[in-house]
């Protein structure tokens, strides 16, 4: 930008589009004893339950995954161990690394002419 030239994005996956469109998250760095810690609850008393207190003290977030997602879980409670926040109020806490106003484009097929060039692909790479 500094060089008068127009940055564009394109493709990548969405965690890479949100992060730029909506900034980072200033996670704390993991640590492998408290992740242990949490570990050691879903063993003990069970993800389900787990997810039960998570979902009390931070529902939003909770409703976004599955209780058996316990890599998610675990993380939550250590985002919330390390930070003394719910998951949801540390992820608000987003810094946006870029102070400019940004366009957004979205081009999409639709999803039959989509799969038909995919399988269009692979049948040509089995041919091959």
Known sequence: LNRGKLPVVVGGTGLYLDA????????????ASVRRHFEKQLVEIGAETLWQQLHEMDPDYASRFHFNDEKKLARAFEILELTGL???KAFAK?????DIPRVRVILSRPREILYGRINQRV????ED
């Open 123 to 126: 049948i040509q790479m089995i």
């Open 20 to 31: 730029l469109q909506n900034g980072l998250f200033d996670e704390p760095p993991r640590k």
């Open 94 to 98: 987003l810094r946006d690394p870029f």
């Open 86 to 88: 719910p998951p949801t």
